[in-house]
């Protein structure tokens, strides 16, 4: 049983092995210590044999001390840094969770996962239950089975982190991903003040399971009708949350192609439907980001100089405006205006168009994640990694790196064109350092570092973009 009394028996167990390592090291000496004892009984103990004793004796002893870290490894219960270890609260020690807490969770029979488009499923659980279980029953359900592109399970949790979506790895087990991050929201929620007690919030709907795209294939075979719709509706989300960088006009155009995919042509004398969030505006009731422009899309008249200053002194940090009542009805009002002009136009050609707009974008189809770049004193600290699945790094200024097929690019945060682009075969190696910084060296001895929360999850994807470049070329 996950939890406190399972964190209890994890101890015993480890405890159990360094005991075990320790006899073997003790074994092994007095092996040594006696083979040693009868070769030289009658002779002389030269130097280099006292030597070679002492080498035999440390091999011997770090055989055995190290034996309980890797049966630790062997039986996977060494954590990875993934949306599990990820809400740890303390980096290397046993999180402490509630037993009314835990007793409730390991009850539950079922889980609900968003698949996009409005689309929760529930899935029946049981404490055997793995990630990777819950992935394939929703391949099926959604007709995915031999889908091109490789799909997970995330977790989505605004409240303790922002607008980026963590990986769970396969062999995680259900109930304890809900676990940990129920466990860390009552954490989260305790350091506000008596008048938030945990006990009394809904947990669940502080955070969600997320069934999205995890790596984009490069094949050019047709995909199915299925995994074209899930695609349509990764982007949607994407723009929703403002993983893709795009104008005033562009998201006033993609909210009424979306409108006429879902609800078909505008009825006269219309309002935006409340039921349907079609514009990031209606969610976040900030401004566009690097878009100074009205936010009908309208002209080069830009808004007042409040509304301008959008970063934080010289680290350029930045910060999303608050969206004036005004400034909302001129929005709807554009959006509505749009959505009629797309009168007679079909669901297949208003989804087709929506795609094609979100393409514009050359880093699209892209993972984003938040990252800080820490190496680079001429750019922003918050940044984006892309690579035709983009990765959103945070760097003190904006900045946005994106992993794709083609390469790794480097983007001002919201920012559609790169400051570097880096082709694959130019890229010489990359991994975690220290303090969970990722480096990647490129052609020229060039270096780029930044830190992410997902490190294990761009490094696979980059070694799988890059893997896939040198078995084509």
């Known amino acids: 049983m996950w939890g406190y009394k399972h964190s209890h028996a994890r101890a015993g167990n480890i405890v159990i092995r360094a005991s075990v390592g320790l006899v073997i090291a003790l074994l092994t000496l007095s092996v040594v210590v006696a083979g040693w004892e009868q070769t030289n009984s009658n002779s002389a103990r030269p130097a280099t044999d006292v030597f070679l004793l002492a080498v035999a004796v440390l091999i011997g002893m770090s055989i055995g001390l190290a034996l309980p870290f890797f049966l630790e490894l062997a039986r996977c219960d060494i954590p990875s840094y993934d949306a599990t270890s990820a809400a740890s609260q303390q980096p290397g ?63 989505r949790c605004s409240v303790l982190n922002g607008q980026g979506d963590l990986r769970f790895e396969d062999k995680t087990l259900v109930h304890r991903a809900m676990l940990i991050w129920e466990n860390r929201l009552e954490l989260h929620f305790s350091k506000k003040g008596p008048k938030f007690q945990a006990q009394d919030i809904d947990l669940t709907e502080h955070y969600s399971f997320v069934f999205n795209v995890f790596a984009f294939s490069r094949s050019k075979e047709k995909i199915s009708f299925a995994e074209y719709d899930f695609h349509y509706e990764n982007a949607v989300d994407a723009v929703l949350r403002r993983r893709i960088p795009c104008s005033n006009k562009d998201l006033v155009e993609l909210a009424a192609l979306r409108l006429q995919s879902l609800l078909g042509d505008c009825p006269s004398h219309a309002k935006l439907p409340s039921t349907h969030k079609v514009h990031p505006a209606q969610i976040d009731h900030s401004y566009t980001p690097l878009d100074t422009s009205p936010l009908d899309g309208s002209g080069p008249k830009t808004l007042p100089k409040a509304v301008k200053k959008r970063y934080n002194g010289k ?64 750019w922003p600290t918050e940044c984006w990694v ?88």
């Not at 996962?113 to 029946?124: A, S, W």
Request: aromatic share 8%; net charge neutral; charged share 25%.
């Open 386 to 473: 892309s690579r035709h699945i983009v990765f959103h790094l945070k760097v003190d200024p904006p900045l946005q790196v994106c992993v794709r097929y083609s390469g790794l690019s480097v983007h001002e945060r919201h920012n559609r064109v790169p400051l570097a682009t880096y082709p694959n075969k130019s890229i010489k190696s990359f991994g975690a350092l220290v303090s969970r910084t990722f480096k990647v060296e490129v052609e020229g001895g060039q270096i780029v570092e930044f830190i992410p929360k997902q490190v294990q999850e761009i490094a696979r994807l980059m070694n799988r973009y890059i893997s896939n470049v040198q078995v084509r070329s």
């Open 93 to 155: 020690s046993a999180p402490k969770y509630r037993e009314e807490l835990v007793d409730e969770i390991m009850s539950r029979e079922f889980v609900r996962v968003n698949c996009l488009g409005n689309r929760d499923f529930e899935i029946q659980i049981n404490q055997k239950t793995t990630v990777a279980d819950v992935v394939k029953e929703l391949k099926g359900m959604l007709d995915l089975t031999d889908a091109a592109h490789d799909y997970c399970l995330f977790v």
């Open 315 to 378: 680290t350029r940090a930045f910060v999303l405006t608050k969206i004036s009542h005004a400034d909302m009805e001129l929005m709807e009002k554009a959006i509505l205006s749009a959505w009629t002009s797309f009168k007679g136009v079909s669901t297949e050609s208003a989804t087709h168009q929506y795609m094609e707009l979100v393409k514009q974008w050359a880093v699209y189809p892209c993972a984003v994640y938040d990252v800080t770049q820490t190496r680079n004193l001429d």
